[in-house]
């Protein structure tokens, strides 16, 4: 069966830090691009970076580039989003996703083959 479960989601201040995970199973980790995206209520879910299966190049999101770091230990089946100078506005329900070919990653939710349950970051100010 194929799991991605994210944790890591908590409650902090604003200009602290959260490291977000996403274990992988069920199925061939090299063979996909790993993402991750958030979504607040009554907004569209938001790309907010991914890992190429192509050439493992990473993405970011301009709202989160310099502060978010997104990394991966293909031994663990793990993708992290390491979260840092954490915004009020980066406030949301954080998912991970892999996408297969003919995607190698991409920002759009529609190329994704499997979603994660969500873990809720919240960030105050």
């Known amino acids: 069966e194929v799991q991605l479960v994210e944790s890591g989601g908590g409650l902090v201040q604003a200009g602290e830090s959260l490291r977000l995970s996403c274990a992988v199973s069920g199925f061939t980790f090299d063979d996909y691009a790993i993402g991750w995206f958030r979504q607040v209520p009554g907004k569209e879910r938001e790309g907010v970076s991914f890992i190429s299966s192509s050439d493992g190049r990473t993405y970011y999101a301009d709202s989160v580039k310099g502060r978010f770091t997104i990394s991966s230990d293909n031994a663990k089946n793990t993708v992290d989003l390491q979260m840092n100078t954490l915004k009020p506005e980066d406030t949301a329900v954080y998912y991970c996703?892999?996408?297969?070919?003919?995607?190698?990653?991409?920002?759009?939710?529609?190329?994704?083959?499997?979603w994660g349950q969500g873990t809720q970051v919240t960030v105050s100010s």
């Open positions: 996703a892999a996408a297969s070919l003919p995607y190698s990653g991409s920002y759009y939710p529609g190329h994704y083959d499997y």
